[in-house]
């Protein structure tokens, strides 16, 4: 077994060297060939097919990188937008929710959703905004995007019976809880006490605890009954 180190410094070399020989990469970062083949053997989301080394899942790998201590600012660029909305589709449907992406509402308002998770019994919905960015942020615009995506919830909520026919489980829906998931750990956890903010590998923590942290962030649910009666944002 390989300690924790030995594993680290080769994390961000298959991420940028994806696809090429492993005889290539193993001169590139001067060590045997051998070596890193059984490196690769412990790398999660990574094989080796024919002579090359292909990364199959880049976000099960970085999020491996980022428990071991590597900078989140620097893995993130090896990472898509899609990488994020792919799997907290993936922990949401491992909790038993019935999961849709890139759900698209035309009329009477225009908007787009990443994820939505729904739990048919309780009618809990999670709304989620993948959010990938490659650095920090600020307090105010992380507030800003908060704010955005609640109204973007309450607008769809509105709006929600529109779609029914395409997304039927949608009809379901009870109350919805707003939710950004970002690569790096934010500096704001909760937004007007309607918004979630975490990053993408605390979501399985988030989804096992929900209630503890609504909770601990005192952070109300939107209810669809309280948006249709009300012209105004709650």
């Known amino acids: 077994m390989y300690n924790v180190e030995q594993m680290r410094q080769f994390i961000e070399p298959v991420l940028e060297y994806d696809g090429e020989a492993v005889e290539s990469i193993s001169k590139k970062l001067h060590v045997s060939k051998n070596f890193l083949e059984q490196i690769i053997r412990f790398l999660p989301g990574v094989v080796i097919e024919g002579d090359k080394i292909v990364v199959r899942d880049r976000l099960l790998l970085a999020i491996y990188g980022l428990r071991l201590g590597l900078p989140a600012k620097r893995l993130s660029k090896y990472l898509s937008w899609s990488d994020f909305e792919k799997l907290s589709a993936q922990i ?7 999961v849709y992406t890139n759900l698209r509402l035309t009329k009477p308002k225009r ?15 999670i709304v989620i905004d993948c ?20 109204n973007r919830v309450i607008t769809f909520l509105r709006y929600a019976s529109w779609v029914v026919r395409k997304y039927p489980y949608i009809s379901k829906i009870k109350y919805a809880i707003p939710v950004i998931v970002t690569f790096t750990t934010p500096k704001i956890r909760q937004v007007n006490h309607r918004a979630i903010i975490i990053n993408i590998n605390e979501l399985n923590n988030f989804l096992q605890d929900i209630h503890l942290v609504l909770d601990e962030l005192n952070v109300k649910p939107i209810s669809i009954d309280d948006v249709l009666k009300t012209n105004t944002l709650i």
Request: hydrophobic share 35%; no cysteine; charged share 20%.
């Open 92 to 98: 949401l449907s491992s909790h038993g929710y019935l």
């Open 131 to 150: 959010k990938h960015w490659k650095y920090g942020i600020s307090p105010s615009s992380l507030l800003e995007v908060g704010r955005k995506h609640i």
């Open 111 to 125: 908007l787009e959703i990443d994820v939505i998770g729904i739990d048919v019994g309780p009618g809990r919905s």
